[in-house]
């Protein structure tokens, strides 16, 4: 990946007032914005889809990417990302927006995320992708959103009652992204976040200390919910993240193990919260190709290039 690209991509995911208007898609790739899966009105409660311009002669896969900024900012055009997956043609993607923290407090955002797959599994013959290969990648507080949407499928309490209540499509493989894992082992990690000092990320979601919320941040931690039958994980998280600490990778990656799923994790040497190279997006490419292609590639557990 180019330098420069990869600066962009950075600034957009961890500095969110920097990303403007959303880059135009990939040559072929057709964009279809402000899709409203809530029926609501509200424009965080909408998705973009990206589908190729030619129509597929099959149903195709979808990436569906969640994004970051700590619960309280963000954006769904801030999914470029998203680019070099669908350049090709092999994928339809989706890009979801939800509710922040100065609107609402947890459990929209799940609320809202849950949401928006329902109304992709509802929508997926209309617009020719295959609700039967979802697979889903999120970055930072995005990253958390697509953990727990992974961990958390059938339960019923986190399901909430915004737009429509078909049944969601079941999730084939899951890229987190240097999400927060587990809220109650947070504190102890070094992170400079601290969850009960007023006007943090963790406080502003919660509506308080955690320490006053020990019920929600249990509730709202993908690691509760581990079972046999949760999807495929890879996770990419630097060494060095000074946010979200690496030890949250390493705590989720062998409590997933532990219950016998498929857990993948790439570690960042030295890297900081969020970081882009060729070598990540290589491998992401491979670990999507093979769960929902069904390709021959594999991706190994080990160091990936930050730069």
């Not at 569906?64 to 994928?91: Q, T």
């Amino acid at each position: 990946m180019p330098r420069l690209l990869s600066v962009l991509l950075v600034l957009s995911v961890v500095f969110p007032a920097c990303a403007k208007e959303p880059p135009p898609p990939p040559p072929g790739v057709l964009a279809l914005r402000d899709l409203d899966y809530a029926g609501s009105g509200n424009p965080r409660q909408k998705l973009d889809l990206y589908m190729p311009e030619k129509p597929s002669e099959k149903p195709l896969p979808v990436i569906v990417y969640i994004h970051g900024g700590g619960w309280e900012a963000g954006s769904k055009e801030e999914a470029g990302i998203l680019y070099s997956f669908i350049k090709d043609g092999a994928y339809a993607a989706a890009s979801i927006g939800y509710r922040l923290t100065q609107e609402q407090k947890w459990p929209a955002q799940i609320h809202d995320v849950k949401a928006a797959l329902r109304w992709l599994g509802a929508h997926a013959k209309e617009h020719g992708f295959d609700p039967n290969r979802i697979g889903l990648i999120g970055i930072s507080a995005g990253g958390h959103l697509v953990s727990l949407l992974g961990t958390s499928q059938g339960v019923t309490e986190l399901e909430g009652a915004v737009g429509t209540q078909s049944s969601a499509p079941k999730i084939a493989c899951i890229a987190n992204f240097c999400g927060p894992a587990n809220f109650i082992t947070f504190p102890s990690k070094g992170s400079i976040i601290d969850p009960e000092k007023p006007g943090t990320a963790i406080t502003k979601l919660f509506g308080g200390p955690m320490s006053q919320h020990l019920g929600e941040a249990k509730a709202a931690s993908p690691i509760t919910y581990i079972d046999k039958d949760d999807p495929p994980f890879v996770h990419i998280h630097g060494t060095k993240d000074t946010l979200v600490p690496y030890e949250q990778a390493l705590e989720f990656d062998a409590a997933l193990e532990k219950a016998g799923v498929s857990s993948t994790l790439l570690s960042g040497d030295g890297g900081p919260h969020v970081f882009f190279s060729l070598d990540l997006i290589t491998k992401l490419r491979a670990f999507f190709d093979q769960h929902l292609l069904g390709l021959k590639t594999e991706v190994k557990e080990g160091p990936v290039a930050v730069q």
